[in-house]
């Protein structure tokens, strides 16, 4: 009865009669291959999990100072996931040819490998579009684009994504449905609360 309630740690105990001992002995070892089978599962979704952190953890800025050679500004970022693999990431990097920095504050819904998978995919498609010299807005608008394509799971990725000029100090930016960052002016701190807009993923257009 054990058994049937799904605990394949039981055996049935021997029995008196030749018929019944073959039954026992063929129900016991169904079971123990099931619960080996189920290890060997649990092993291998931790070792995916185990590969999918090392693949999203790497994929990460984490050399600093990030940009020695500029002295306008700082920057530092870590992460630490609640689960072994997790949808939050963020991204910085120098877009080439100009006196701007672009960076990305976002969480995936969800957690685990599909969260690291969308997760990736999100980093590198508003990556590429800053690169590219897309104004913020053209950038989120195209990756959102993009995200749409295909997404039968109806993930989603709320997203805070701005440029720095920063010999300027001109900051532009869109939040994506994310959390509202705090802002540093003349030694105060205040949120920046402006009405967001919808995450990325969820509806092409808008």
């Not at 990460?60 to 700082?74: E, K, M």
């Not at 957690?111 to 897309?134: D, V, Y």
């Not at 608008?141 to 995200?147: G, V, Y």
């Not at 939040?175 to 402006?194: Q, R």
Request: charged share 20%.
């Amino acid at each position: 009865a054990k058994t049937t309630l799904g605990q394949l740690y039981e055996r049935i105990p021997p029995q008196s009669t030749r018929e019944f001992t073959s039954l026992a002995n063929g129900i016991n070892s169904t079971v123990k291959a099931l619960s080996d089978m189920i290890d060997e599962v649990a092993r291998r979704n931790e070792q995916d999990l185990a590969t999918a952190k090392t693949i999203q953890e790497s994929s990460l800025p984490t050399d600093f100072p990030a940009f020695p050679n500029i002295d306008s500004f700082d920057i530092y970022a870590s992460m630490k996931t609640a689960r072994e693999v997790g949808g939050d990431f963020y991204d910085f990097f120098d877009i080439e040819g100009t006196k701007k920095i672009g960076f990305v504050m976002a969480d995936v819904s969800g957690k685990g490998i599909p969260a690291a998978l969308f997760m990736m995919a999100a980093r590198s498609e508003l990556r590429n579009f800053l690169e590219a010299g897309m104004s913020v807005n053209e950038a989120v608008d195209a990756a959102n684009h993009q995200l749409c394509i295909g997404n039968d799971a109806g993930m989603f990725v709320t997203c805070w994504v701005a440029v720095l000029e920063y010999e300027t100090g001109e900051l532009s930016y869109v939040n994506a449905g994310h959390n509202p960052p705090m802002f540093m002016h003349d030694g105060t701190w205040s949120w920046l609360t402006e009405v967001s807009g919808m995450p990325l993923g969820l509806f092409d257009g808008i």
